[in-house]
């Protein structure tokens, strides 16, 4: 987490008028909710609508006043409303984005918060009808439980939002966005969507897969050791355990929707995993020395860049 | 860390009475000074020596008061001591051992903290004189930091410590040992020593290896990637870091002292991967979604065991 002391207690300076009229939210999850909680504290829109799939989890939204009444039909979610923010897993943003486009107002922002962003574009841009404005986004923010219980109005305060519009996006929808997630306490950077995906693979989607596999290759041990590895659990495992109860749906689109860029890493990690295992093999204590040396100074740039 | 409300607040009630006249702890790190600090708060012993190869180490130690004195003379530390506690690097032990070994008392209780067994009780166990009573131990506790000034007293409480005493190990030694570590707030588990080694290859060993290799990928990246690595680290990679940052001396030994055990393991996980990496290249969601779904169970073990 971020230093607290550098966070802004209340909402910050620009506050005091609405930015938006309606708000609809498609995807109530730990995000969805996150953002629908963070718009209601800072007062960003009249009214916030929900729109999920599942009836429950639009009942449980509104009875935690999450929003101000959900629905299950997305596009029926969108009618009046002057931003969309996607926030369903990534592989279900082409399909809801068809469906509510006949419904868009002429000139709405439609944004997402998917952690991939060529496949948004390629999915979402392309069926949204001239006028809308779509504004990709991605706040780098989240923990490892899903579900609308989840969320919190502080979950993007000090974080990072990558925002990736294609060139011509709409200047003033861009504007939008990016205050829209300033005043829910984030820090906004504009790039490329492919350098996003490539980055990302590295620091979030390579270690995630990684947390999946380890966890998983200690589920398939006999009985009796699988019992100790939960009990003697240390430090490493431990952690691993936690990103691997990340959710699965999620997590599975982004793999598949940011392909090329996570095998490439996945292929560069494995030949280091394999040049360490050869060091081992072979007692090469000198470059397992090495090699563990050097990561020490990344931690320290972390520290000091307030992300640790 | 387990759940703090289950800790003693106090040293358990069979305290009263120092536990030894005399400990030695030989290499005062994370663990060493740990320990010390934790012996003298729940007073388990009459006098603390401590030594190190380091005289600034040494230095350090009596000025943070965590010993009553340090040497870098690690035999003459040991001098009437009746516990002789090994706290150095593991591919050290044996080397300190045989050192130690003519200044012990005749019936010493050696013990040590290494994140290996069957190496250690084939390097010290070795080399100790006839009578002096050998009790290989591993407390389940540590944090990325190193050196004296990161140790702390309540590093033990809660965790468990692992004895892997070799068979015909005198029982009262065994039987002090556990009431030292359990002064110390920690459970005690005794099992055979190649056990251990296979069950930390996986919770704690390959994690950290693969760790280290993350986080030296993303070293190698491009200088301008690497920097947007640092600024956008999220969750995943930012743990990774964190246990990246562990002394790497510590973990050269412990590869090459669990050769055998880290190397089979390594492999496992590799085949795991690669089965997650073709899955992704050929676009297999449903084989995705259920190896993450799988795993979410095993977080739920081990939140229900207390250790996350």
Chains 1, 2 share one sequence.
Request: charged residues 20%; hydrophobic residues 45%.
């Amino acid at each position: 987490m971020a230093d607290p002391t550098h966070l802004p207690d209340t909402a910050p300076a620009q506050s005091g008028s609405p930015l938006f009229r309606r708000v609809a939210i498609l995807g109530i999850g730990l995000i969805g909710s996150s953002l629908a909680r963070a718009v209601r504290f800072h007062e960003l829109a009249t009214e916030i609508v929900g729109g999920d799939a599942s009836a429950a989890v639009c009942a449980t939204a509104e009875r935690l006043g999450v929003v101000d009444r959900a629905t299950t039909d997305c596009a029926a979610a969108c009618a009046g409303a002057d931003l969309v923010v996607l926030s369903t897993p990534v592989g279900k943003l082409g399909d809801v984005a068809t469906r509510i486009a006949p419904m868009l107002d002429p000139e709405a922002i439609v944004t997402d918060v998917g952690s991939v962003k060529q496949a948004v574009i390629r999915d979402v841009g392309a069926v949204l009808p001239a006028g809308v404005h779509f504004v990709p986004g991605h706040p780098i923010a989240g923990t490892e439980h899903s579900g609308p219980e989840s969320g919190f109005a502080t979950l993007f305060q000090g974080r990072w939002c990558i925002l990736t519009p294609p060139p011509g996006t709409n200047e003033a929808a861009v504007a939008k966005v990016t205050e829209l997630w300033q005043r829910c306490g984030s820090t906004i950077e504009v790039m490329d969507a492919g350098h996003h995906d490539r980055v990302l693979a590295i620091t979030s989607h390579l270690p995630h897969l990684i947390a999946y596999t380890i966890v998983g290759t200690a589920v398939d041990l006999a009985e009796e050791s699988r019992s100790e590895v939960i009990k003697f659990s240390a430090s490493g495992f431990r952690d691993f355990t936690r990103i691997a109860a990340s959710d699965p749906v999620m997590w599975r689109d982004i793999f598949l929707n940011n392909r090329e860029a996570v095998l490439e890493i996945i292929q560069r990690f494995t030949e280091d995993l394999t040049a360490l295992q050869r060091a081992i093999r072979w007692g090469e204590g000198d470059t397992l020395q090495e090699r563990f040396t050097r990561t020490r100074a990344i931690r320290r740039a972390i520290i000091d860049a307030h992300q640790a």
